[in-house]
């Protein structure tokens, strides 16, 4: 069964999160890009306390270490953001289902 991540950033804007993503190659607005293999699922958004929090469905955790190690780090690096996130947090899932589109 799939893992799923929720990372909370601290400090780290909009701005930062789409510097990022184009870092990677991926429009979050459209979808479209070059997504990591193993990826189910991406979203992110501000919390209430303006934090950036990203949720994720990976096949395994050893998928999103293998992009964090070949791709991610890099880019979090081009796109300004220097902190790790505040909190990690993985859920090992045993029910993920994807409702429409």
């Known amino acids: 069964m799939a893992?799923?991540?929720?990372?909370?950033?601290e400090g780290v804007t909009l701005k930062e999160?789409?510097?990022v993503n184009r870092a990677l190659g991926i429009d979050s607005a459209s979808g479209?890009?070059?997504?990591?293999?193993?990826?189910?699922t991406h979203s992110a958004g501000l919390n209430e306390d303006g934090?950036?929090?990203?949720?994720?469905?990976?096949?395994?955790?050893?998928?999103?270490?293998?992009?964090?190690?070949e791709?991610?780090?890099e880019a979090l690096a081009k796109g300004g953001v220097t902190s790790p996130p505040s909190s990690v947090t993985w859920v090992e899932l045993v029910a993920h289902q994807q409702l429409g589109s």
């Open 3 to 9: 893992a799923g991540v929720i990372l909370e950033f």
């Open 17 to 19: 999160y789409e510097a």
């Open 71 to 73: 791709r991610l780090g």
């Open 51 to 69: 934090h950036l929090v990203v949720i994720e469905v990976w096949d395994t955790p050893e998928h999103q270490a293998r992009f964090m190690e």
């Open 32 to 40: 479209e890009g070059d997504w990591p293999d193993g990826m189910v």
